[in-house]
């Protein structure tokens, strides 16, 4: 992990208490959140991946505190904010913005793209009305959009245009960290591009961190510097890009990563496809020993008994949760070998 930490996130969970009916006996918490720790480092990009309810998003909220945590800590520059009150949060909440996935859903239609990109600045700071003005002039032409255009409302632009908005509206507070809830998958292809080019800039010209929940592996790839892989609200794999990308060591990582599509043509048709069976189980009725036994290809008894512990792999910090990781660790070392020849 970075020796700078702008975030640090330890043991954080969030369990849901679940309405009881009036005949039914007590039933579990949805346990969201299970224990996640990690760091963010400055001007660095950490990406939180996983399919659809394995935490991520639950995860971007706590750190928010739009949600509240179960338990755990949260500390944000040197300062711990995880009990922090809704007025002593405010001057940090201006430094940790998020941008949503749905850029229409997130923007106000009524509003004019002016507004919708002063209200932070409006709200949370002194700045006057003609300063606040000039920022979001200068916000806009930052973000790739024209200021002329700041008269105008959310449906008179494109969907791409729309999630510039939404960085725009982030981005004037000057903020230290973006927490990026799938920033990218309700676009086209072309214009992910496009967006990714412009947060990668920005991070370039600002020095901010990111968080950048995803499901598209393709793009945590790109932009990313390091990777925790979520299942069932636990981190199961986390490593720098190249230890994740080249050399996954969970079954769950080895499963996500062999759907995707390889871009060099020579490398088609030399990595197996490993479907993962079933949905992601229950979080209120978690299944006993590892919780990825149920679908894990690899899964032998002292998985269905045992939970594995997220541990170092290979000294250099790269952590798996498997009971067979130093396994894996040497068939990917082979495998690495082997087209070194
Ligand atoms: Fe699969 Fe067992 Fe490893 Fe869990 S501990 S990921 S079930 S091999």
Known sequence: MSNQALLTVTDLEKHFEQSKGAFSGPSSPIRAVDGVSFEIGKSTTLGLVGESG??????GRLITRLLEPSAGSIVFDGADITELSRTELRPIRRKMQIVFQDPFASLDPRMKVRQIVEEPVRYSTD??????RSRVMETL????????????????FSGGQRQRIGIARALIVRPDLLILDEPVSALDVSIQAQIVNLLEDLQEEFGLSYLLIAHDLSVVRQICDEVAVMYLGKIVEFGTRDEVYESPTHPYTRALLSAVPISNPRLRGTRDRIVLKGDIPDPANKP??????????????????DPPELEDSTSEGHLVSCHFAETIVKENNQDTKGKDK
């Open 127 to 132: 700045v006057g009305s003609n300063e606040r």
């Open 54 to 59: 394995s935490g991520k998003t639950t995860t």
């Open 288 to 305: 006993s020993g590892c919780d990825f036994h149920t679908r894990c290809y690899m899964a032998a008894d002292v998985c269905r008994s």
């Open 141 to 156: 032409e930052v973000v790739g959009l024209n200021p002329d255009h700041a008269e105008r409302y959310p449906h008179e």
